[in-house]
């Protein structure tokens, strides 16, 4: 890159977003071009006492090469005194540089205020009381972006001093690396040119180097041609695709499947921040001509999803964010049989692409959820990452794999814990084309031990813990044909130890009487208030499904899952005695109360509602469209 060029480059290229927030600490997270020192000002905006003050130092910081001009910084400061909930904090960030005067990231991007702010504030809340969900954010999907929807209410409280949310939480799918549109995969090679992300050397590829895979013939909508393959698997050809060859990554939208890391990171900068998009010139001239009216069609869609990509970025910068993965921010189907671990795991360049993109979700997601918990990972790993490029790339993969602690808790009130229901499966050890539990029994018991003494738990599932009967059947008859992939066949009663364990943890006498289910992945939005039947002190559990902030069901069929499902699964039905549940009673809460309908389809933003024992939950769907929806409880 010239050095004219070098200069317009955005010195933030991503961020900042506030991560964990404690009475005692806060974290941000922000990508840089440049390799700066910061300077910190944080104040109770109420009677404007200085929480903290100054420029930071090594401990405070830790920041990741991730190309010649770019640099993922997680900044971790504890404050000078515990605060109290429910204060309000501003902030100020500089960058500092040997080269030029501090830069004020306010002067850089006054759109991170909201009117009548002097600086971007956050409120720490111990008490949840509520919370803004959802997963599932696709930039080409043709519906509107739910994070939008946040940013309108995060406008609205700061406008009118109205009590806004405690906090967001993203529940999967906030990037989807195996689901690219055409334009957006053009906009990451000029991102990964314009920063210098780094290249990587891939084994076993039909390409020697990532930055090659761009000048392939199949680079664009025909990527299953380099994906990996087992063409001399008889056996793993006939387990996923009876017979026929395929690449071994599974989601039928691969063409533009991201492969190296440098794609992984211009996908995340690109979809949370319009700085880069300001850089790049999307045209069609190295498009096949058979895709050129699907990339047109896509573009329109993606030029609509940037122009709300500021507000995304002042939301993400007003109000703390955590995050959990979920299979598109990794591919999909991760991990969903052993027979798909043997083998994706088993092939060099197919392991070296789940890891690339696992480092990316740490860099970018996980971090900020527990910068204390994931200290080890970072002491592993950050050795790896350079000026000029990732050495001994294929340890760093196995560090990220080896990992076991993606999962975390809040001491909040209640108590918010995230689940893992991704890297800790429970494996088939009879038939190896079965579904994997989502959690194993040695991550299920350490749950059990987190929730015993608690009055109340909010619990977030990427995965609904209980999903609609009927999908949840056809994914098992799918399942017994050998046909798990076929259907994604993920969902908690597809494996019959996880199923027993989860189910039992919510009959103990000692697991709290209250337990909220916050849960997306399955784009439509549901929920559910379940009991045990024939026991007369049952716990209450409410299953709150939101999904997706930027995607949906196809309409038409989900009005007939809805209805099938209805008809089927009535409450007096003796189908219910031959599922996993047959114990649980479930009772539908309808959107709007309407007198029929119980699944809601249209992307948004759900609303959580409750008080401090979680007897009393209201739950909302803030739609995209505008539309609130009130899941209304029966008597």
């Not at 200069?7 to 390799?35: C, D, E, K, M, Y």
């Not at 195996?178 to 084994?203: N, R, W, Y």
């Not at 029994?441 to 999903?467: D, H, K, N, R, Y």
Request: some cysteine; proline content about 4%; aromatic content about 10%.
């Amino acid at each position: 890159m010239s050095a004219s060029n070098l200069q317009t480059l955005p010195n933030v290229l991503a961020g900042p977003i506030v991560r964990r927030v404690t009475t005692q600490s806060v974290t941000f997270w922000l990508v840089t071009s440049h390799p700066y020192g910061f300077d910190v000002l944080l104040r109770n905006l109420a009677n404007q006492d200085v929480l903290f003050e100054g420029a930071l130092e090594s401990k405070q910081v830790s920041q990741v090469p991730i190309g010649k001009h770019a640099f993922v910084n997680l900044l971790t400061l504890s404050l000078s005194a515990k605060v109290k909930c429910g204060t309000q904090i501003s902030y100020e960030i500089k960058l500092l540089s040997e080269v030029e005067p501090a830069i004020s990231l306010v002067d850089l991007m006054p759109d991170l205020l909201y009117a009548k702010q002097a600086q971007p504030s956050f409120v720490v809340k111990q008490n949840l009381r509520r919370v803004l969900h959802g997963s599932c954010r696709k930039p080409h999907h043709n519906s509107e972006d739910g994070l939008l929807v946040v940013d309108a209410q995060l406008e609205a409280a700061k406008d009118n001093n109205e009590c806004g949310p405690d906090l967001l939480i993203l529940s999967g799918d906030q990037v989807y690396t195996d689901d690219v549109a055409g334009p957006m995969l053009v906009a990451i090679k000029q991102t990964i040119s314009h920063l210098g992300l780094f290249d990587e050397t891939l084994t076993g590829a039909a390409i020697d180097t990532s930055h090659k895979v761009f000048e392939h013939p199949h680079c664009y909508y025909q990527r299953p041609e380099l994906l990996p393959d087992e063409p001399s698997s008889e056996n793993t050809q006939k387990l996923f695709f009876g017979g026929k060859r395929k690449p071994i990554f599974t989601s039928v939208n691969a063409n533009n499947h991201l492969i190296s890391f440098a794609e992984v990171m211009a996908m995340y900068i690109l979809t949370w921040s319009p700085e880069m998009w300001r850089h790049l010139d999307i045209d069609d001239k190295d498009i096949p001509e058979s895709y050129r009216s699907l990339f047109a069609t896509e573009k329109a869609i993606i030029a609509k999803f940037v122009t709300g990509l500021a507000c995304v970025r002042r939301a993400l910068a007003n109000v703390p964010v955590y995050m959990i993965f979920d299979d598109h921010d990794i591919t999909d189907d991760w991990n969903l049989t052993r027979g798909w671990e043997e083998a994706v795991y088993g092939n060099q360049f197919a392991k070296r692409i789940i890891g690339n993109g696992l480092i990316g979700y740490w860099l970018c997601q996980g971090w900020g959820n527990n910068p204390q918990g994931l200290d080890e990972l970072y002491k592993k790993c950050g050795g790896h990452f350079s000026h000029f490029g990732i050495t001994e790339h294929d340890k760093l993969v196995e560090h990220v794999l080896d990992w076991e602690h993606w999962h975390y808790h809040l001491d909040s009130s209640p108590k918010l814990l995230v689940l893992d229901t991704r890297t800790q499966r429970w494996r088939s050890e009879s038939n190896m084309n079965k579904p994997s539990g989502l959690m194993d029994w040695e991550a299920l018991c350490e749950l059990q031990q987190e929730l015993i003494g608690q009055e109340a738990v909010i619990m977030v599932s990427a995965a609904p813990i209980f999903g609609v009967k009927l999908i949840e059947t056809i994914q098992r008859v799918f399942t017994f044909f050998g046909k798990a992939l076929t259907v994604d066949a993920e969902n908690w009663m597809a494996h019959k130890g996880t199923a027993s364990v989860i189910l039992n943890i919510f009959r103990n006498r000692k697991t709290p009487p209250n337990f909220v289910i916050l849960s997306g992945d399955v784009h439509y939005s549901f929920v559910y208030d379940v009991s045990l039947r024939f026991r007369q002190n049952s716990p209450n559990i409410t299953q709150i499904t939101s999904s997706g902030i930027k995607n949906q069901f196809p309409d038409k069929l989900l009005i007939w899952f809805d209805r099938l499902n209805r008809v089927l699964y009535s409450k007096y039905s003796p189908l219910n005695w031959f599922t996993q549940r047959r114990n649980m009673l479930v009772k539908h809460r309808r959107p709007n109360n309407h007198k029929v309908r119980t699944l809601l389809n249209g992307s948004g933003i759900g609303l959580l509602k409750v008080n401090g024992d979680c007897s009393d939950v209201e739950a909302q769907q803030l739609c995209a469209s505008g539309k609130v929806v009130t899941f209304e409880k029966k008597d």
